[in-house]
């Protein structure tokens, strides 16, 4: 009898260590499912978007950049989608709801967001999409045109020191 309670108390534990796993694991994935790179622009963010966009994956990154915006003293994110073509894509039809909803969600908090890296095909299905708002939102080819945009905006010049 004892060794079946042990037995039953080992595998409660065994049980409770792979939950503490399964949770560790689920957070990595979160933060990783939307990277949050600092700019050499202050108060700036660049969240490069890579991989499968499911409708699930969409709402954990959306998530994920409001938290981290609330967090720390951001002004303007820079979203990049370069990386995205439509085999990345799950659902077509409901791309740029999504790509707009992520615009309304950022600039509801008083953030200005900036898209790049939208390639012919996926600029294509969100303007089938019918989404007018999106057109709203600021975008540029590369990140290097947006971040000169926002260095003109700000007053900001880039300087090479020379040694």
Partial sequence: M???LTQIHELKEEISQLKKQLEESEELIRDISAPIIPSIVPETILVPITGRLSPERFEMIITRILNVSYQEDINT???DFS?????EICE???FGTYVDNLAKAISLMGIEVL???FTPSLTQIIVNSGVQQILEVKSFLTFKTALQYLMNQRGLIFQSIKK
């Fill in 77 to 79: 994110i820079i979203i």
């Fill in 92 to 94: 077509m039809d409901v």
């Fill in 2 to 4: 004892t060794n079946e």
């Fill in 83 to 87: 990386a995205i073509s439509e085999r």
């Fill in 115 to 117: 898209f790049v890296g």
